[in-house]
């Protein structure tokens, strides 16, 4: 009979997944909040946008440098759910207010068409984690 040491076998498995596995940072502490849809101006196709605070309790894609809010993850009727904690992957947006590429520890602000553009002062909401060619994942 072998007898493994638990703590041994699951330091060992850990170290299996973490050489076949890249880091995947979306989703990462999601924390989700039901909403008003500001004018109607948000569908299901607007899934997957950053959004931001418009009204009491009503959210909307906003205006260039609106704060975030957090990310678009269903609409139904005239109610959005946000994922509005953790990490979420939100487009990039270039031509808003600076040309500026988002970097890594940058804050972010919405563009107001779904995106987010970098910022260099903390009066963003949400610090980027990781930039690919279109998105980035930020933590709120």
């Not at 931001?52 to 005239?78: C, F, Q, R, Y």
């Not at 779904?114 to 260099?120: D, L, N, Q």
């Amino acid at each position: 009979m072998c007898v493994h040491n638990p703590k041994t076998v699951n330091l060992k498995r850990r170290r299996e997944i973490m050489t076949k596995s890249t880091v995947d940072n979306n989703g990462i502490g999601a924390l989700y909040g039901t909403f008003d849809i500001y004018n109607k101006e948000l569908s299901n196709e607007d899934i997957g946008k950053a959004v931001t605070l418009i009204g009491p309790n009503a959210v909307g894609l906003g205006k260039i440098g609106d704060v975030l809010l957090g990310m678009l993850e269903h609409t139904s009727n005239d109610l959005a759910i946000v994922q509005m904690c953790g990490v979420v992957r939100v487009p990039i947006s270039l031509s808003c207010v600076t040309d500026t590429w988002p970097k890594f520890k940058n804050f972010v602000m919405v563009d107001g068409r779904g995106g987010v553009f970098a910022t260099e002062t903390c009066v963003g909401r949400g610090m980027i984690l990781a930039v690919s060619e279109e998105t980035c994942d930020v933590l709120l």
